[in-house]
C-alpha cells in the first residue's frame, strides 16, 4: 500500500504549511487557532495564536517576548521525543540545537513520515540541546546559508580571534551584534568555556532573555548592564548589543569600541563590510551547507522540501543526489527578522 | 602564512589608522624573520611574482565544484578569490600551510605555466582565511588599504628606541626583500643600512576641501591659483643614484610608468600630476587607472596611453632642499629649472589669474573638460610641509551637476561590494513617456543607503537577466555627475562623467523625474 503524497495533508498555505488531518499550522505568518511553533524567534513565533504546542523553552521564551497575553490563549508544552495524536497525526518533537527550545516537528499519516526543521544547526552549542536526526519520508529543511560559501568555522576559533583582538586593544571595549535570542546567550557561554572569567556587560535590551536562560537552567557567569557601569570598567570589557544597536551611539560610555558582529552572514567580506563591522565574527546558529546537505542525506528522505533561504542551490544539489526537491516559496521568514538586518538569526 | 593571513583579515575591516598601526605593529613585531620581511613587501608593493590569471583560478575551481553552484556562489559573493577561497575542498586535518618565505621562494623558480598546479597544492593546505590571502598575494590584489607609508610608521615604532619615518625612507630604496638587514637595524642589532644615493621619498605636502565659508573668508590677495588636475598625485626623485616615481602613499610606480622614468635624466625632486595625454589633449581618467597597478608596462599600451605629468612644485634642486621657501620662491625655481632643463614628457602647471571671488568662482565652473576637476588655491608664503598643515591649501572641487532619474536596473557589485546591489543603471523620461537609460552608478551611496537599495531591489524586482535585476519604475535617484558629453555609443546620445548617487527620493514620484531634454541641455560645450 503506497502512502498518499505529503502534499495532499501538509499544504502551503498563505498563513503557512498546513497540516489538514491535524488542523495546525506550524510557524504560521498570521494568527491562527492552532499552532505548533518550533522555535520563539520573532519570524517563527508570531503574537495572538489561539492554542499553541511547542517545548516549554520555547513557550516560556514567547512568553517573555511577545507578553503573557499575545503568545497563545492556550500552551500546551511538549516535552521533546513525547509524542500525541491530533486528527490522526502522530506528531512529536525533536531537538534542532538552534536556540533554546527549538525543535523540529515530526509527523506521521498513514504511514508516512515527514519532519519539519524548523531553523537548526549542527555545531554544538552549550546553550541548548544538539540536533538529532529523524529519518523520514520528506524533510522539509530551511536553506538560510545554503550556497557552498558558507561553511562556518568552529565558533570557538572565532572566540579566540575576539580574544586575540581585546589582547591587543586592551584599552578598547569590544562591542558585539549578537541577536538578542539565543547568539546572545551563546556567545556569553562560549566566552565562559574559553575562560573569560570578567563580567560581560549588556544592552538593557538583552538583559532579560538572559536572565530567563539562567533560570532554564543555562548559567551565563556575571552579567551587568551598560547603563550605571563606568567609563573606566567598560575599558576593555565584552558588551553585547542587539546588531540593530552597532550603528547608533546609544552609549558614549564605551572606549572607542572595536564594533563586532556575531552572525554567519560575516563569512562574506561585503556583508560585513556593508555593516561597517571592525572585527566580524563567523558564529551562526543555522546549519552551514556541509551541514544541510549531510543532514538531507541521514534523514533518508527520498524527498525535501525547501522552506526559506536560498532555496535554488539547495535544491540543485539535493537533485543532484537522486533526491526530489523543490522549494515551498514561503515568504515571510528571515527576510522580516529586521532585528539582524535581513538575517534569520 | 597563517600570520599574514590573519593580518589580512584584520587590515580588511579596519579603517582607524591608528588600529592599523596597531595590527602592522603586532605582526612585524610577532613573526620572525623572513617571513614578516616578506609579508612587509607584499604590502607595499615590493614582491615582482610569477602571477596567476582570474582564468586560471576560473579552471582550478571549475575542476573541484559544480559548476552551477559555482555560478550561484560567485553571483552571490561577487570577488573571485573570496568565492574561490571559500568553496575550495577543505584541507585534510593537521594540514599545515606553506609558509609566506616558502611561498615566495617557490614562486620565484616556478615557470609560469605551473603556478596554477602549484597554487592548487598549496590551496588543499590552508583554511579559508589563508586560502584567501594566497589568492589575493598570486592574483596581485592585497587592497586593504595600507599604503607604504603607513607600513614604515608602524616599522619606525618597532625598536625600542624608535627610529624616525624620515629616516627609513632615506634608506628604503637601497633594501630588497625580506629586509634583513633593516629588522637588524630597527631592533637595534645591525647597522643603519647605507642608501647610496638612492633617491628616497618625500611626504607630500596636501590640501584642505575649501568649503563655502572659508571661500567667502579667504584674503585671495594671498593665494595663487592652479587647476587641479584629475589625475595621480606623484612624486619624481632623480638624481646620480638613480631616479623613482612615487605616489602619494610613497609607492615606487616607477616600473609601471617607464616613459616618465626615461624622461628623468635630472638632479631634483619635484611634485606634480600624472595623467593620460594624447596630442596634447587630457585623456579621461579610466585611461590614466589603465597604466596604473602594473608591475610592467607592455609597448602597445605606452603608445596607446602615453603618460605625462604636469608639475607644480619643486621640494628639491639638485641637493638643495627647497621646501623651507615660500611658494613663490619654490615656484620661481621650478620655472627657472623647467627652462634650463626641459624635460620630455612634462609640463609646467599654469598659474591662474586671481581676479576677485566671482572671476575665480567662474573660473572653476566653467572648467569641465576631461582632466580638471576644479582649482587649487595655495598660499603664496606657504613652505612645503609634510601632511596636511591647516589654512595653507586648498582644493577646490567644481559643484556637480545633478539630475534626478528613476531606478531601472541593478546588479551585484564585485569585490568590495560583492553580493550586494549596488551597480544601478538608472534612466530618464523621453518625449513619448518612456524611460531611456541614461547611466550607470556604483558609488555615492552611504552605507545604509546601499543596505536600503539593496532591500529595497530584492523586494521591487521584476525581471532578472542573468546577473541583472530589473525593478519597478518608482524609485527615485538624484544623481551627480561632473559633465555631460555627447555620446553615440549611448542610446540616450549623452554619456555622463562619474555619475555616483546623490541622494535617495524616496519622496519624488517617478513621473516627477527628469526629462532626457533636461540632461541634453547640461551638455558642455564644444567637446563633441
Given amino acids: 500500500m503506497s502512502a498518499p503524497a505529503a ?5 502551503v498555505r498563505p498563513e503557512g504549511l498546513y497540516c489538514v488531518p491535524g488542523d495546525f499550522f506550524i510557524d504560521p505568518l498570521r494568527a491562527v487557532p492552532r499552532a505548533v511553533i518550533t522555535h520563539a524567534h520573532a519570524d517563527h513565533a508570531r503574537p495572538g495564536h489561539g492554542a499553541v504546542l511547542a517545548s516549554a523553552e520555547t513557550l516560556a521564551l514567547m512568553r517573555a517576548r511577545l507578553g503573557a497575553g499575545a503568545a497563545g490563549a492556550r500552551q500546551q508544552p511538549v516535552g521533546l521525543g513525547e509524542a500525541l495524536t491530533l486528527g490522526g497525526v502522530r506528531l512529536w518533537l525533536a531537538p534542532a540545537g538552534h536556540v533554546l527550545g527549538s525543535a523540529q516537528v515530526a509527523m506521521e499519516y498513514r504511514g508516512q513520515r515527514v519532519v519539519v526543521s524548523g531553523d537548526y544547526k549542527r555545531a ?19 536553506a538560510t546559508f545554503a550556497l557552498p560559501v558558507f561553511r562556518h568555522p568552529r565558533a570557538g576559533d572565532e572566540i579566540v580571534k575576539l580574544l586575540a583582538s581585546l589582547a591587543l586593544f586592551p584599552e578598547r571595549s569590544h562591542l558585539i551584534g549578537c541577536y538578542a535570542l539565543g547568539k546572545s546567550q551563546r556567545v556569553i557561554a562560549l566566552l565562559r568555556q574559553a575562560g573569560w572569567q570578567r563580567p560581560i556587560y549588556l544592552h538593557g535590551t538583552l538583559m532579560p532573555l538572559c536572565r530567563l536562560y539562567e533560570a532554564l537552567g543555562v548559567p551565563l557567569g556575571e552579567l551587568r548592564p551598560v547603563i550605571g557601569a563606568t567609563k573606566a570598567e567598560l575599558a576593555g570589557a565584552v558588551v553585547l548589543a542587539p546588531p540593530s544597536a552597532l550603528a547608533d551611539r546609544w552609549s558614549g560610555r564605551l572606549a572607542d569600541p572595536v564594533t563586532a558582529l556575531a552572525s554567519g552572514w560575516m563569512q562574506v567580506r561585503a556583508r560585513a563590510r556593508a555593516r561597517g563591522v571592525e572585527l566580524p565574527l563567523v558564529i551562526s546558529d543555522h546549519a552551514d551547507w556541509d551541514a544541510l546537505n549531510a543532514t538531507i542525506d541521514e534523514t533518508g ?15 540543485h544539489a539535493a537533485t543532484r543526489r537522486g533526491v526530489r526537491a523543490r522549494a515551498l516559496r514561503l515568504i515571510g521568514y528571515g527576510e522580516e527578522a529586521g532585528e539582524d538586518g535581513g538575517e534569520a538569526p | 602564512m597563517k600570520p599574514f593571513a590573519a593580518l589580512l583579515e584584520r587590515l580588511a575591516f579596519t579603517q582607524a589608522r591608528g588600529a592599523k ?14 617571513d614578516r620581511g616578506f609579508g612587509l613587501a607584499a604590502l607595499t608593493g615590493g614582491l615582482r611574482l610569477a602571477t596567476a590569471r582570474p582564468a586560471q583560478i576560473r579552471a582550478l575551481i571549475a575542476a573541484r565544484t559544480d559548476p552551477e553552484l559555482f555560478a550561484l556562489a560567485y553571483d552571490y559573493v561577487g570577488d573571485l578569490a573570496e568565492t574561490v577561497a571559500l568553496m575550495w575542498p577543505a584541507a585534510d586535518e593537521g594540514a599545515a600551510p606553506p609558509g609566506l618565505a616558502e611561498v615566495i621562494a617557490a614562486l620565484e623558480r616556478t615557470p609560469r605555466e605551473a603556478v596554477p598546479g602549484q597554487l592548487a597544492a598549496w590551496l588543499d593546505r590552508c583554511d579559508a582565511s589563508e586560502r584567501l590571502a594566497l589568492l589575493k598575494l598570486i592574483t596581485g590584489g592585497l587592497r586593504v588599504g595600507v599604503s607604504a607609508r603607513l607600513a614604515k610608521v608602524a616599522l619606525a615604532g618597532l625598536g625600542a628606541g624608535g627610529v624616525a619615518v624620515e629616516a627609513i625612507e632615506e634608506v628604503w630604496h637601497a633594501l630588497t626583500p625580506p629586509y634583513g638587514a633593516l629588522f637588524a637595524w630597527l631592533e637595534g642589532r645591525g647597522e643603519r643600512p647605507d642608501p647610496a644615493g638612492a633617491p628616497s621619498f618625500r611626504p607630500p605636502m596636501l590640501a584642505h576641501p575649501l568649503e563655502a565659508d572659508d571661500f567667502a573668508r579667504l584674503d585671495l590677495a594671498a593665494y595663487r591659483a592652479e587647476w587641479k588636475w584629475d589625475g595621480v598625485r606623484v612624486q619624481l626623485a632623480a638624481g646620480p643614484g638613480g631616479r623613482a616615481l612615487f605616489s602619494r602613499g610613497a609607492e615606487d610606480i616607477s616600473a609601471a610608468f617607464p616613459d616618465i622614468v626615461a624622461a628623468m635624466g635630472f638632479a631634483a625632486v619635484l611634485d606634480g600630476e600624472l595623467l593620460v595625454v594624447r596630442e596634447g589633449m587630457v585623456a579621461p581618467f579610466a585611461d590614466l587607472q589603465q597604466r596604473l597597478n602594473r608591475k610592467a608596462a607592455p609597448a602597445r599600451l605606452l603608445a596607446s596611453h602615453p603618460a ?3 608639475l607644480y612644485d619643486m621640494l628639491f634642486d639638485g641637493e638643495e632642499d627647497l621646501r623651507a621657501l615660500p611658494f613663490d620662491a619654490r615656484r620661481a625655481r621650478l620655472e627657472a629649472w623647467f627652462a634650463r632643463a626641459r624635460p620630455a614628457r612634462m609640463g609646467l602647471s599654469p598659474l591662474l589669474p586671481v581676479a576677485g571671488r566671482a572671476a575665480l568662482a567662474a573660473l572653476r565652473d566653467g572648467a569641465r573638460e576631461a582632466g580638471i576637476e576644479g582649482l587649487m588655491l595655495k598660499r603664496a608664503d606657504s613652505p612645503y610641509l609634510a601632511g596636511r598643515p591647516k589654512g595653507l591649501w586648498w582644493k577646490w572641487k567644481r559643484a556637480p551637476l545633478t539630475i534626478d532619474a528613476v531606478l531601472l536596473y541593478a546588479q551585484h557589485g564585485h569585490g568590495k561590494r560583492g553580493g550586494l546591489y549596488s551597480d544601478y543603471t538608472f534612466g530618464l523620461w523621453r518625449e513619448d513617456g518612456t524611460l531611456v537609460p541614461v547611466g550607470k552608478a556604483y558609488s555615492g551611496f552611504t552605507d545604509a543607503e546601499l543596505t536600503f537599495l539593496d532591500r529595497w531591489i530584492r523586494t521591487h524586482t521584476v525581471a532578472r537577466f542573468g546577473p541583472v535585476r530589473e525593478v519597478e519604475k518608482t524609485l527615485v535617484l538624484e544623481v551627480a555627475f561632473d559633465a555631460a558629453q555627447r555620446s553615440t555609443r549611448h542610446k540616450s546620445g549623452v554619456a ?12 519624488k514620484p517617478a513621473n516627477e523625474a527628469d526629462r532626457l531634454d533636461t540632461l541634453l541641455g547640461l551638455i558642455g560645450p564644444g567637446k563633441d
Fill in chain 1, 7 to 11: 502534499e495532499t495533508w501538509l499544504q
Fill in chain 1, 124 to 142: 554544538a552549542d552549550p546553550t541548548c540541546a544538539g540536533f538529532e536526526p529523524v529519518r523520514c519520508d520528506v524533510f522539509v529543511t530551511e
Fill in chain 1, 301 to 315: 528522505a527520498a524527498e525535501v522540501w525547501v522552506t526559506h533561504g536560498a532555496e535554488e542551490a539547495l535544491v
Fill in chain 2, 21 to 34: 598601526l596597531a595590527l602592522l605593529q603586532r605582526y612585524f613585531a610577532a613573526t620572525p624573520d623572513p
Fill in chain 2, 308 to 310: 605625462a605629468v604636469q
Fill in chain 2, 496 to 507: 555622463l562623467r562619474f555619475p555616483r548617487i546623490s541622494r535617495i527620493r524616496t519622496d
